[in-house]
């Protein structure tokens, strides 16, 4: 959707009112072409940022005091490179809510409302790598790992099946259904991705090369470097 789209709602009296809404998928677009031009460049080690070091010589509280996010990112807990550094932006750019799931969950989900809501972010990328989310050190998230593996006659048959949980498929995947369970979640995002005023992208991030597959719903996938 482009330029202005008129939605139509009832009012209390039974008759119809018009409401415009923006749409702001062009400034999605060109945001989300900014990051595959950054990729692109990470990859190439031609980097035009440096992280916090691009901050040298400049107020760091100023600059953060003046910089609006414009993306917001999911990303996952043991992502250890910045987000920033793998699309090559400036400090402050994303808002960033942290995964600790390959799932969206309701304690996430509230956190990308305040950027689509509250910052007005019209671009919320869905990141995950093509490593397995490691959990093993969180307790809470193993108990029902645990308890079922409590139930299972032949523990090795199990061991010998193959991981395919970083299974490229699988993990295309896991960022579709996060898109769903974000958007049934929330009537918030929901109402402003249906209306044109915010749109959702995929990426996978190859911790070998650094580049970028970018996923789409309905669409094939692509990677930064076409």
């Given at each position: 959707?482009?330029?202005?789209?008129?939605?139509?709602?009832?009012?209390?009296?039974?008759?119809?009112?018009?409401?415009?809404?923006?749409?702001?998928?062009?400034?999605?677009?060109?945001?989300?072409?900014?990051?595959?031009?950054?990729?692109?460049?990470?990859?190439?080690?031609?980097?035009?940022?440096?992280?916090?070091?691009?901050?040298?010589?400049?107020?760091?509280?100023?600059?953060?005091?003046?910089?609006?996010?414009?993306?917001?990112?999911?990303?996952?807990?043991?992502?250890?490179?910045?987000?920033?550094?793998?699309?090559d932006q400036k400090p402050g750019t994303f808002y960033k809510?942290?995964?600790?799931?390959?799932?969206?969950?309701?304690?996430?989900?509230?956190?990308?409302?305040?950027?689509?809501?509250?910052?007005?972010?019209?671009?919320?990328?869905?990141?995950?790598?093509?490593?397995?989310?490691?959990?093993?050190?969180?307790?809470?998230?193993?108990?029902?790992?645990?308890?079922?593996?409590?139930?299972?006659?032949?523990?090795?048959?199990?061991?010998?099946?193959?991981?395919?949980?970083?299974?490229?498929?699988?993990?295309?995947?896991?960022?579709?259904?996060?898109?769903?369970?974000?958007?049934k979640k929330s009537k918030i995002i929901r109402e402003k991705?249906?209306?044109?005023?915010?749109?959702?992208?995929?990426?996978?991030?190859?911790?070998?090369?650094?580049?970028?597959?970018?996923?789409?719903?309905?669409?094939?996938?692509?990677?930064?470097?076409?």
């Amino acid at each position: 959707m482009n330029g202005q789209d008129n939605e139509t709602r009832s009012n209390e009296n039974g008759g119809a009112e018009k409401e415009n809404v923006i749409s702001l998928l062009p400034v999605a677009d060109k945001l989300l072409s900014q990051l595959k031009s950054g990729n692109k460049r990470f990859v190439a080690d031609n980097v035009e940022q440096t992280g916090e070091n691009k901050l040298v010589g400049v107020s760091a509280r100023k600059h953060f005091q003046s910089t609006k996010p414009q993306i917001s990112i999911l990303y996952p807990s043991d992502l250890f490179i910045p987000v920033a550094t793998i699309f090559d932006q400036k400090p402050g750019t994303f808002y960033k809510v942290n995964l600790i799931s390959d799932k969206a969950d309701e304690t996430s989900v509230a956190s990308l409302e305040i950027g689509i809501n509250k910052l007005k972010t019209p671009l919320v990328i869905f990141l995950r790598h093509d490593l397995p989310l490691e959990t093993e050190e969180i307790p809470a998230l193993n108990e029902e790992k645990a308890s079922s593996a409590s139930t299972e006659m032949d523990n090795t048959d199990k061991k010998s099946e193959p991981d395919e949980s970083s299974n490229p498929a699988t993990t295309r995947r896991s960022i579709l259904m996060s898109m769903v369970d974000t958007l049934k979640k929330s009537k918030i995002i929901r109402e402003k991705f249906h209306n044109g005023q915010i749109d959702l992208v995929g990426a996978i991030y190859d911790t070998q090369s650094g580049v970028i597959e970018w996923v789409r719903p309905g669409s094939k996938t692509n990677t930064s470097q076409n």
